[in-house]
Structure formats: C-alpha cells, structure tokens
C-alpha cells in the first residue's frame, strides 16, 4: 500500500477533496441510469454496481483525509442493516487498513514531541506502519528484551474535526432521517468524542485505569503502558501477540471454543457498563486480537464513554421485561430518556411509545434471558426487519424524529457493535449476568 507524504489540513483542501468524490457518485449515478435505460444490465445489477462504485469513490476519497472524517465510515461499517452491504464491505476496510504515513512524517512528529528520532529513543523501530486506521497508525518497536507498540497520531487531525463534522453532517442528517431542529446535542457528542479520541494524554489516563479495574477478569489481557514514551500524539504499549479478531472468526473454530471468546467479549462489555459506568464504545474487531490460548486482547482505548447515573438508571430500567410490559412505568422511562417529549402530538406520544416498545422488546430480549444465542439468525433478521419496516412507514414523515437522550448514540453504537460481534462468533449459550461473579 502506498504511504501519505502529506494529509490535507485545511478546510479548502478537505472540502475539494470530498466535492470530488461527489461529483464521482454524481457520474455512476449517471452510468446507473443509462444501464437502466439501455437495459445493458438489469435492476438488481445496475444497483449493485453504482453501490459498489460509490462506496469505493467515497472511501477513497476519505481514506486520504484519515481524521473525523474517516472515522465517520468506520462508525457507519457497523451499521449493517441500513446501509448496503457494498458500503459494509468498503468501509470496513477504515477499521484497520488505510494508507499509512510515510516514515518522513513519523520521524517529524517524534522530533517535535521528544526531540529524537524514534531509532533514537528504541534499540529498533519499524519505519512501516504494521497497522493504520482512521485517527493514528501503529509502528512496533524494541527496547532491550521488550517489544512495544507505538501508536501516532496523524497531523491534523484533531484541527480538522469541527469543519469535517460540518461536511459530513448533511449527508448524515439525511441518511438517518435527522431533523435540523433539537439535533445540535446530537452533534455536540459526537464532536466532543472526536475531541477526546485525539486527546492521547486522555487516552493514556483511561487505558491504565480500566486496565487496573479489569485485569482480574478471566481470558481477558491487556498491554501495559508506558507514559514516559507516550505523550499528546503518541501512546506506547506493549506488543500483544495474536489473530485480528476477523481472522479469528474465518478459521474453523469449535463451538467451545467461540463460547469461550464470546463469553469473555460479553463478561467485558457487562462488566465496564454495569460496575465502572464507563465503556470501551468502539467494539469493532480491529480493536481486539484473540491469542494462541485464547484470551481476548484488548488493544484500543481510544473512545470510552462514560455513562452518568441518570442515564444509566432508567436505561437498564427499561431493559427488563415488567418494566416494558407495565404501560406507566414504561412511559416515565420514555420521558426521563427524552423518547417522548411534552411538545409531541397524540399521534406522535402513540407513534413513538409504540415504536419504542418493539425496540426495546426486541433489542432487551438478552437481558431477559439467563444464557443467550447470539448465533440465532431469527433474531438478527427480526431486527432487521423492524428497521426496514419502521424506514417504510409514511406515518414518520413530518413527525420530529430527534428522540432520545445525547447519550443514546455512543451506548447504542456500544450495543450494536457488541451484538455483531457476538453474532459474528456465533456465540452460544451466553451467561447474560456472569459478569456478577468478577465483582471485587
């Protein structure tokens, strides 16, 4: 893969560089309607090519700017039931393999914050990235018998973040059907968890604590860290040995031994929600390796959301089954996470409380249950379904569709990563509240 001497930093640049892409997809769609026409290619085909060829336009197209925006593709490959499964397939490739920067530019951000070159400061120093993704890139090192990771931020990317939120935010206003109106909180978040995934001092402060407060659970490891060759732009771990999670899941695997990796994935995510109120929310398989012995290998820390009382409350609340079967108490919830509002209509109070409670009954149902399935594709296609089916329904248009707490996003994006996970491991027999036997 060829490496980046120079990353686009201001706004003119950044813009050009995704009108481009827009004017790309403005000829495909050209190209999609002229099949339609000539009838070189039938429908499904001729909607499958101009997927395929606007994903790749679009992501080529952001996989050069690397920053927020890059990011955004990696938060929407995990969106698996509302975008095309060509998008899926594309924008995965933004969760671990993206153009790495070239060794010039690693070597002048080490000189800037350590005044050494990195061969300088390690006995070896690998000037290739072995791993790039939308924020920073990874480099191992070697100090003495240790072996390091060495992860570096790109240049300019946390200045970019507020003017490529502004790019990118028309084209998710209408992709997710968000109204102008009441969204700002929404963005406000996201812009906030941008800001701090580029703050590496914060990072590194995370990492040692949630490492410390669970390092006792079971087949779970981690890297140590190492402050005095980390700084703002620059975090250095330890090397951990293993399998990319997706390589993991391609090979041919027993069923106990997938348990296994799902029961310890699963035991994590409980754990961190439910005793440290704060949570690894970016579950996708470039952040964990899986090991020879088949422990789960935490790597990233990057984006922790930390989840505050009033929230978590009446969220866990409504995952249980008589709260969600007893319409008062249902109802409170739903005001108390802002589903409803006192500003809605009848139609809109009956729409949302409805369409909630399928939601809900749907998504809760792991909680509801002592083991789970996650490898039951009845489930994964019923909540495939209710999203197509709720995307369909006239009855929403007009309506204020900004519903839910700000905090809602990253929990959400938290569950819906975990979920896939667990379905991509086939994971059975899940003990939902195992996580209950760990606490100190």
């Given at each position: ?30 190209k999609?309607?002229?099949n339609k ?6 429908e499904?085909e ?19 700017l690397?920053?927020?925006?890059l990011?955004?593709?990696q ?6 039931n ?43 120093f ?7 993704a ?27 973040i ?9 084209i ?40 410390e ?13 190492y ?70 290998l ?23 089954k ?9 109802k409170?919830?739903?005001y108390q996470?802002?589903?409803l ?9 009956e ?24 490898s ?12 197509q ?16 707490s ?26 939902i509240?195992n ?5 100190a």
């Amino acid at each position: 893969m060829k490496t980046l001497n120079k990353i686009p930093t201001g706004k003119l640049e950044r813009t050009s560089s995704l009108l481009k892409a827009g004017a790309k997809v403005g000829v495909n769609y050209i190209k999609y309607y002229g099949n339609k026409i000539t009838k070189d290619k039938n429908e499904e085909e001729a909607l499958k090519t101009l997927n395929e060829e606007n994903a790749t336009d679009i992501y080529d197209s952001l996989k050069e700017l690397k920053g927020s925006a890059l990011k955004v593709a990696q938060m929407l490959s995990m969106e698996k039931n509302i975008l095309p499964q060509a998008y899926v397939d594309k924008f995965s490739l933004s969760q671990f393999s993206v153009p790495p920067l070239s060794g010039a530019l690693v070597k002048k951000t080490f000189r800037k914050y350590f005044g050494k070159n990195p061969e300088d400061i390690f006995d070896e120093f690998t000037t290739e990235s072995v791993n790039a993704a939308s924020i920073g890139q990874v480099h191992k090192a070697k100090k003495g018998d240790k072996n390091f990771a060495v992860k570096i931020q790109y240049p300019g990317v946390r200045e970019s973040i507020s003017s490529d939120l502004k790019m990118v935010k028309p084209i998710a206003m209408k992709m997710f059907n968000i109204k102008k109106e009441g969204s700002e909180s929404y963005f406000q978040e996201v812009e906030s968890k941008l800001f701090e995934e580029t703050d590496y001092n914060l990072e590194l402060k995370r990492s040692l604590y949630i490492v410390e407060k669970c390092s006792h659970l079971p087949n779970t490891q981690f890297p140590q860290y190492y402050p005095e060759f980390s700084c703002e732009k620059i975090i250095t771990m330890d090397w951990l040995n293993g399998k990319h999670f997706s390589e993991f899941i391609k090979q041919k695997k027993s069923q106990e031994e997938l348990n296994t990796i799902g029961q310890t994935l699963w035991d994590f995510y409980m754990y961190q929600m439910h005793i440290l109120k704060q949570v690894h929310a970016d579950p996708h398989p470039g952040n964990f390796l899986v090991s020879e012995n088949l422990n789960l290998l935490v790597i990233d820390f990057g984006c922790i959301k930390e989840i505050p009382q009033e929230f978590y409350i009446p969220y866990f609340e409504l995952a249980k089954k008589e709260n969600l079967n007893n319409p008062e108490i249902f109802k409170e919830k739903l005001y108390q996470l802002e589903i409803l509002r006192d500003d809605d209509s009848q139609q809109e109070q009956e729409f949302f409380t409805q369409l909630f409670y399928e939601l809900l009954e749907l998504f809760t149902r792991p909680f509801n249950s002592e083991k789970f399935d996650f490898s039951d594709e009845k489930f994964f296609q019923e909540i495939a379904d209710l999203g197509q089916r709720y995307a369909k329904l006239s009855d929403i248009k007009g309506m204020n569709t900004n519903r839910g707490s700000k905090h809602f996003i990253y929990l959400n994006r938290t569950f819906f990563g975990l979920y896939h996970m667990m379905h991509d491991l086939r994971a059975k027999d899940i003990v939902i509240n195992n996580y209950k036997k760990f606490i100190a």
